[in-house]
């Protein structure tokens, strides 16, 4: 059965790289099966998606956090992860990676809802 | 983006209470919408997904109806195991935005 664990630091200070790692287990992180993502959920406030990825390298971003993003597979060991750049307090949320079902989208797939979720990892930034 | 807007944001209930909470889209989505359930300290879990399509392992107590822009979530006959905050989301375009939540509680 698939599991995602959530790793990184708990505590940034304003301006600081945001870097979190998803580790999968019980199952192929180049599985054509699923996408692999990252969403967050803001304190007092609803959830946001972040971003996803695919194996081969098919990217998605949030288009207002976009330009601080990046996301990438790391398939030697299972696992991928998200760079979030110049963070602030508004940043500080409980992050979760997971994993996308798919539909069929143009002769091939895109991400649909979320069918896997990680318990979530608490991420603040304080100076 | 789409906006979702979920109501109400907290829902008092009892066991065995029928409970119904509603979700809008600010455009139409068709039926590209999921529900999960979220409870503290644990992992947010998907309860159903086009509109209506119960996920594997969800009890049948759980319904979900609607498409274009208007959903609902259906309790039949509320357990103590699904006091929880309920949350939809639109899968139709690239910002899979989300509702606000529905606090379901005693």
């Known amino acids: 059965q698939l599991h995602l664990q959530e790793s990184g630091p708990g505590l940034l200070k304003p301006s600081e790289t945001l870097s979190l790692t998803c580790t999968v287990s019980?199952?192929?992180?180049?599985?054509?099966?699923?996408?692999w993502g990252w969403a967050r959920q803001l304190p007092g406030k609803g959830l946001e998606w972040i971003t996803t990825?695919?194996?081969?390298?098919?990217?998605y971003y949030n288009p207002s956090l976009k330009s601080r993003l990046s996301v990438s597979v790391d398939t030697a060991k299972n696992q991928f992860s998200v760079n979030l750049t110049s963070v602030t307090a508004a940043d500080t949320a409980l992050y979760h990676c997971?994993?996308?079902?798919?539909?069929?989208?143009?002769?091939?797939?895109?991400?649909?809802?979320?069918?896997?979720w990680g318990q979530g990892i608490l991420v603040t930034v304080s100076s | 983006d789409i906006q979702m807007t979920q109501s109400p944001s907290t829902l008092p209930a009892a066991v065995g209470d029928r409970v119904t909470i509603t979700c809008r889209a600010s455009?139409?989505?068709?039926?590209?919408l999921a529900w999960y359930q979220h409870k503290p300290g644990k992992a947010p879990e998907v309860l159903i997904s086009?509109?209506?399509t119960l996920a594997t392992g969800v009890p049948s107590r759980f319904s979900g109806s609607g498409s274009g822009t208007d959903f609902t979530l259906t309790i039949s006959s509320l357990q103590p195991d699904d006091f929880a905050t309920y949350y939809c989301?639109?899968?139709?375009?690239?910002?899979?935005?989300f509702g606000q939540g529905t606090r379901l509680e005693i």
């Open positions: 455009r139409r989505i068709g039926v590209y």
């Open positions: 990825v695919f194996h081969s390298g098919s990217t």
């Open positions: 086009e509109a209506s």
């Open positions: 989301q639109q899968y139709e375009d690239y910002s899979y935005t």
């Open positions: 019980g199952g192929s992180i180049i599985s054509t099966s699923h996408f």
């Open positions: 997971v994993t996308h079902g798919r539909e069929a989208y143009n002769g091939g797939y895109r991400p649909a809802y979320f069918d896997l």
